[in-house]
């Protein structure tokens, strides 16, 4: 397995996945001012460059494990890998980092309209400067990918829908602790279900 495709996997779920988490982002830079219309393709263009910074991460770790002959998507093939992957997802929900991604994502008039610049060049800085954040608050539960499968419609969507839910939905940061916990029991789970399986 070479690491091109896997990495342009990765960038197709990852621009899948956070197009509706950055959708309201888009539209904030929009109204900011008429000049910043032409400031939305360098802001995204930005916020990309980030998330290509953990899709290459990403697929360096999918193709190591590969060769490894470790499965990917572990499922119940790897339960203890898939359980690491729940329970550092379910622990990151806990986190301060987590906190401090988090509250940015979702407050992006008042960062917009301290930190907006005119030109293509400031635009497309503070796209990736709101990216990395993104990938501060999401990147455990993207990461999950690889314990349910990126091709996996229903599990991707599940996680897709938690991400918008937490960075634009009013009760969104509430949700953050119980996903954390729901994380953390789902990988005891996959621990003793495996202990059944085999």
């Not at 960062?111 to 990938?135: D, I, K, M, N, Q």
């Amino acid at each position: 397995m070479s690491f091109w495709p896997v990495f342009a996997m990765w960038m197709a779920m990852t621009a899948i996945m956070m197009g509706p988490v950055v959708y309201p982002w888009l539209r904030a830079l929009d109204r900011i001012a008429p000049a910043s219309r032409h400031s939305v393709i360098p802001f995204a263009g930005g916020y990309i460059l980030a998330w290509a910074g953990f899709s290459a991460v990403a697929a360096a770790v999918h193709v190591t494990l590969s060769a490894l002959s470790l499965p990917v998507p572990f499922a119940m093939d790897a339960p203890v890998l898939s359980a690491a992957a729940l329970g550092l997802a379910g622990t990151f929900q806990f986190t301060r980092l987590k906190e401090a991604c988090l509250s940015h994502c979702r407050s992006p008039a008042g960062f917009l309209l301290t930190r907006w610049r005119p030109g293509a060049a400031a635009s497309t800085r503070l796209g990736l400067e709101h990216g990395l954040y993104c990938v501060g608050c999401c990147w455990a539960l993207m990461a999950l990918a690889l314990a349910v499968g990126m091709i996996d419609l229903l599990w991707m969507g599940l996680l897709m829908a938690v991400m918008v839910a937490e960075t634009t939905l009013p009760f969104g940061a509430r949700l953050t602790r119980p996903l954390g916990f729901t994380l953390l029991t789902a990988g005891a789970a996959v621990l003793v279900m495996s202990q059944f399986v085999n």
